[in-house]
């Protein structure tokens, strides 16, 4: 009978101390949790962010990045530079900085579209000025510099191969960029001063 009493005991305090433990560990998980802001809906490049597009929600502290957003207020206003889909969390690569598409005086902007093997000899960044060149059959020439404002990539920025650059130049030289990229004859080429 004492034995049978034993085992009872041992098992009563072996399921108490389970209790103990798995109450600590949701503890533990729900402190380190951290809010995001995270699209409540889909968001269509170039739409102004509103309240209605957010919401809240938690991540692990341990994937918590330095251009997440903790708070939706500071984001209302700006703009989505790549479409954003429900529950994807909202950072600041993901969204159009407010000098990216202001336009300087004299100036105009277009996008070019660089395919891979345009781009893997160097990497472009936003600012960067580069030559732009006509190239043909029988036909090399340097028509003009601009500046990069904006790289849009598929890899949220963490790759070295951009898909579309938005660049700003003299209104003539962006004329000139407009008529001949249809043709595809139109190469960017980066340098170093």
């Known amino acids: 009978m004492k034995q049978f009493f034993w085992i009872i005991g041992i098992l009563l305090l072996g399921v108490l101390l389970t209790a103990f433990e798995v109450s600590a560990l949701q503890k533990a998980k ?18 102004v962010i509103e309240d209605r ?24 206003g700006s703009k989505a530079k790549e479409r954003l889909l429900k ?4 950072s600041a690569q993901r969204l159009a900085g407010s000098d990216e598409t202001t336009l300087k005086k004299g100036q105009a902007m277009t996008s070019l579209k660089l395919l891979p093997e345009e781009a893997l000899c160097f990497t ?8 732009v060149y006509l190239v043909g059959e029988g036909m090399d020439a340097m028509i003009g510099s601009v500046t990069i404002r904006a790289i849009y990539d598929h890899y949220l920025g963490e790759g070295p191969v951009p898909v ?6 003299p209104r003539s030289l ?3 960029i407009i ?12 340098w170093s001063e």
Do not use: C, N
């Open 30 to 47: 729900s402190s380190d949790l951290v809010s995001v802001v995270v699209a409540r809906e889909t968001i269509e490049v170039g739409a």
């Open 53 to 76: 597009h957010l919401m809240m929600a938690e991540i692990p502290e341990t994937l918590w990045q330095p251009h997440y957003f903790a708070q939706k207020e500071s984001l209302i």
């Open 87 to 90: 529950k994807d969390i909202v």
């Open 124 to 131: 472009l960044e936003t600012g960067d000025s580069v030559g």
């Open 164 to 169: 579309f650059v938005l660049v700003e130049g």
């Open 174 to 176: 962006i004329s000139t």
């Open 179 to 190: 008529r001949e990229r249809r043709r595809g004859q139109i190469e960017l080429v980066g």
